[in-house]
């Protein structure tokens, strides 16, 4: 297993569009965190799934964001009507249900929306 | 809004030990205070966690207060490598807890 990877690395949409990020987690992990990180500032939490429930949302997921996890393995975030306000590192992390042993997190989708 | 407090930057020189400090003075009993770093465009990566003993491994130290109000992250010898914003995280066990609250972290810049 090469860890949590998450695609594209890069992306660049023009406002108003829609994109669509996935996450691959490590297998035996059943937890599946999002957040989302501005230049400067530490990660902020988005929402988090055990298996496929999506289990706590943070009041910054917007009604333009949605997130899935279909068959408790990879998940997708969605964010439609992008603004210039999206532009932000998404951030992936999985860990096993206790958690106490840390979350591994991937290398982050870069989101520029122009 | 996160439960910690850090200085926001650090110097350290190469070779020498680096002692990150950080403050939780609202943690709970049982709440586990949590190390990561973020070296530039990458995800955070974990480093070591404790509870209420301090806590030893490859890559580090953490040595936590008898109270449980502040620990302080050790790096015995810094290289280049160990540049990184380093985050302080206070996270519990029982359901609503589990996420991570960053904070801004320490900024460690090691000199050569």
């Known amino acids: 297993d090469t860890g949590v990877s998450q695609n594209p690395r890069h992306k660049i949409t023009k406002r108003g569009q829609n994109v669509t990020f996935r996450c691959d987690p490590i297998?035996?992990?059943?937890?599946l965190y999002w957040y989302r990180q501005t230049l400067g500032q530490g990660p902020e939490f988005l929402t988090y799934?055990?298996?496929?429930?999506?289990?706590?949302k943070s009041r910054l997921l917007s009604d333009r964001f949605s997130a899935e996890r279909p068959k408790g393995s990879f998940s997708t975030l969605e964010i439609q009507r992008t603004e210039q306000g999206d532009s932000a590192m998404y951030l992936c992390?999985?860990?096993?249900?206790?958690?106490?042993?840390?979350?591994?997190f991937g290398s982050g989708t870069r989101l520029t929306v122009v | 809004d996160a439960k910690t407090t850090q200085p926001p930057s650090m110097d350290c020189a190469e070779g020498r030990a680096a002692n990150l400090p950080c403050n939780h003075s609202?943690?709970?009993?049982?709440?586990?205070v949590y190390w990561y770093r973020q070296i530039h465009s990458q995800g955070p990566q974990y480093i070591i966690h404790?509870?209420?003993n301090n806590e030893t491994n490859e890559m580090a130290s953490l040595i936590i207060t008898e109270d449980r109000k502040s620990s302080t992250l050790i790096l015995p010898h810094a290289t280049l490598r160990d540049t990184a914003v380093y985050y302080c995280?206070?996270?519990?066990?029982?359901?609503?807890?589990?996420?991570?609250?960053f904070g801004t972290g320490t900024r460690l810049k090691v000199l050569a």
């Open positions: 799934f055990q298996n496929e429930a999506q289990l706590e």
């Open positions: 609202t943690i709970s009993g049982n709440e586990y």
């Open positions: 404790g509870l209420k």
């Open positions: 297998s035996e992990h059943n937890r």
């Open positions: 995280i206070v996270r519990g066990t029982t359901s609503g807890t589990y996420k991570y609250i």
């Open positions: 992390a999985s860990s096993l249900a206790s958690g106490l042993d840390g979350y591994t």
